[in-house]
């Protein structure tokens, strides 16, 4: 079955950039896209990019351009979120996710991120 | 850009049935997709492409699309159904996902 799991909880400092993973297991991963979305405590979903693992084509929400990257590894099956300059607005969890077309249609178990001094 | 509305907060009992909108200009005319997100949990799909369920998705759940209003339809509400519930479209002028802000579902 679809598998997606996230690397762990962590705890980063103002200004620094933190690196979340996200390992597929359970179908080909080249032939799928992946999103990454998170979430703020007590928010809703909001989209940040996505990418495809074969092109490497990547997409991303304005106000992630230029702070955010994404990539891949498909000799792992891993997808992988950078965001640097991080503020105590980044702290929510991250959540990757499988792309079927244009909507995600399994989740990863997500990645709290906590930006704190 | 394009805006997806959705009410804050919905209460039914159990056994009744729950209807979220999810609302948007000419929505009718885009694939709707609602992801469930029970507490402290990541989200799961539950209906895609307006209508349609995932394997394993309750027959209890479905959904429609027309004009400016999509719907998640709950019918014999459990408290199991408990959650927030997102709608999420594709903006091809943008080539960026979308979320509503999210429906909480109270069974009381």
């Known amino acids: 079955q679809v598998h997606l799991l996230q690397s762990g909880a962590v705890v980063m400092y103002p200004g620094a950039s933190v690196e979340v993973s996200c390992k597929a297991s359970g179908y080909h991963f080249s032939g799928f896209s992946v999103h990454w979305v998170r979430q703020a405590p007590g928010q809703g979903l909001e989209w940040m990019g996505w990418?495809?693992?074969?092109?490497?084509?990547?997409k991303f929400a304005q106000k992630f351009q230029g702070r955010v990257a994404v990539s891949t590894d498909t000799s792992i099956n891993t997808a992988y979120l950078h965001v640097n300059g991080l503020t105590s607005d980044d702290t929510a969890v991250y959540y990757c996710?499988?792309?079927?077309?244009?909507?995600?249609?399994?989740w990863g178990q997500g990645t709290l991120v906590t930006v704190s001094a | 850009s394009y805006v997806l509305t959705q009410p804050p907060s919905l209460s039914v009992a159990p056994g009744q049935t729950a209807t979220i909108f999810c609302q948007g200009s000419?929505?009718?005319?885009?694939?709707v997709h609602w992801h469930q997100q029970r507490p402290g949990q990541a989200p799961v799909l539950v209906i895609f492409?307006?209508?349609d369920r995932p394997s394993g998705i309750p027959e209890r759940f479905s959904g429609s699309n027309s004009g400016n209003t999509a719907t998640l339809t709950i019918s014999r509400v459990e408290v199991g159904d408990e959650a927030d519930y997102f709608c999420?479209?594709?903006?091809?002028?943008?080539?960026?996902?979308?979320f509503g802000g999210g429906t909480k579902l109270t069974v009381l």
């Open positions: 999420q479209v594709w903006d091809f002028t943008t080539d960026h996902l979308l």
């Open positions: 990418i495809n693992p074969v092109s490497g084509v990547t």
């Open positions: 000419n929505i009718g005319g885009k694939s």
């Open positions: 996710a499988r792309d079927r077309n244009n909507f995600p249609d399994y």
């Open positions: 492409n307006d209508r």
